[in-house]
């Protein structure tokens, strides 16, 4: 079965520290990437997404992500944090059953 | 509407009881998707719905769950006789078509607590 696994489960950084929360996804094939951050008291949203094409994917507020195929790779990076990046971030694939699946997400707190 | 909508954002209910869960997608969106997440855990898929179809049931646990989409806008999901396992955050998730070009917008979920 599908699986997506995000071995970080908590990371707590200082402000202006970098980041990087790893995803790892578990047979290939074609797939489409999203990273979902969910701030406290709100609802999922999307970070950014991979389909096709240049495997780096800018996203919004600085983040950005690399798609790397022949590691099932997809991970999370931010070159400097800021206290307000604390939330849960979740990687989801698509692998064209219709439906995202989603590891279990990071908990990240960032400290000022 | 501008986003998902849920409704109710919370629900107690006890042991037993039927729920009823609501959700009101984005305005033309044909895709409409119900996750649960649990404390610690990420969203786990319970069914797709296209249009008025559930096109893929294969994510309820068991046949306590049942969801509905009659007009393919607004969608109900129904859990019987809940149980205490079934307290979790419900969310639902809509998207233009499928999800692959879009991902989905999410609304803020049901926080289901079964006393």
Do not use: M
Not at chain 2, 77 to 90: N, P
């Amino acid at each position: 079965a599908q699986s997506v696994s995000q071995h970080n489960h908590h990371v707590i950084l200082s402000e202006a520290a970098s980041l990087e929360l790893g995803c790892n996804y578990s047979y290939g094939g074609t797939v489409n990437l999203f990273w979902y951050v969910q701030y406290p008291g709100q609802h999922l949203q999307l970070l950014l997404k991979y389909f096709s094409g240049d495997p780096l994917v800018k996203g919004i507020k600085g983040f950005e992500a690399e798609f790397i195929k022949s590691k099932f790779s997809f991970n999370l990076r931010k070159p400097s944090v800021q206290w307000s990046d604390t939330a849960e971030y979740f990687c989801a694939v698509y692998w064209g059953f219709q439906k995202l699946v989603f590891g279990t997400g990071t908990r990240l707190l960032v400290s000022p | 509407g501008a986003g998902v909508s849920q409704t109710p954002s919370n629900k107690v209910t006890e042991k037993g009881k039927y729920v009823e869960l609501r959700c009101d997608p984005i305005s033309g969106h044909t895709a409409l998707y119900w996750y649960r997440q649990s404390l610690g855990q990420g969203p786990e898929f319970l069914i797709y719905f296209q249009g008025t179809g559930a096109a893929d049931d294969s994510g309820l646990p068991n046949d306590r769950f049942f969801a509905v989409r009659p007009e393919g806008s607004v969608s109900t999901l129904k859990i019987q006789r809940t149980e205490r396992g079934d307290s979790a955050v419900y969310l639902c998730a809509s998207s233009p078509e499928g999800p692959a070009n879009y991902g989905y917008t999410f609304g803020s979920g049901t926080r289901l607590t079964v006393v």
